[in-house]
């Protein structure tokens, strides 16, 4: 089976930088678009920045400027660069990914693409 596993949450101070990691692991043919989300107490999980395998990205606007999403595909690992932070930047940080595995079903090697979630990571902005 195929993981993704984030590191670099923790606490940091209004105007400071936090750096995320995701690496993907398992039986992984390709990965497609790389993705990072967030969900705040109470609220419900949104996107924050995505890319794609040919590194074209996307931001939510509440972030742009801010953060920016980049990938290392030999290591199968996607980053989010945080700076400015901000207090309502403070959520669950979660990584996503397509990965595009290979399946035999009834003896035919067969790919199939999977959305991978990570475990989460969080991220607290004090004022």
């Known amino acids: 089976q195929v993981q993704l596993v984030e590191s670099g949450g923790g606490l940091v101070q209004a105007g400071g930088s936090l750096r995320l990691s995701c690496a993907a692991s398992g039986s992984i043919f390709s990965i497609n678009t790389m993705g990072w989300y967030r969900q705040a107490p109470g609220k419900q999980r949104e996107l924050v920045a995505t890319i794609t395998s040919g590194g074209s990205t996307h931001y939510a606007d509440s972030v742009k400027g801010r953060f920016a999403i980049s990938r290392d595909n030999a290591k199968n690992t996607v980053y989010l660069q945080m700076n400015s932070l901000k207090p309502e930047d403070t959520a669950v940080y979660y990584c996503?990914?397509?990965?595009?595995?290979?399946?035999?079903?009834?003896?035919?090697?067969?790919?199939?693409?999977?959305?991978?979630w990570g475990q989460g990571t969080l991220v607290t902005v004090s004022p």
């Open positions: 996503n990914a397509n990965i595009v595995v290979l399946r035999t079903i009834d003896l035919v090697p067969r790919y199939r693409e999977l959305e991978v």
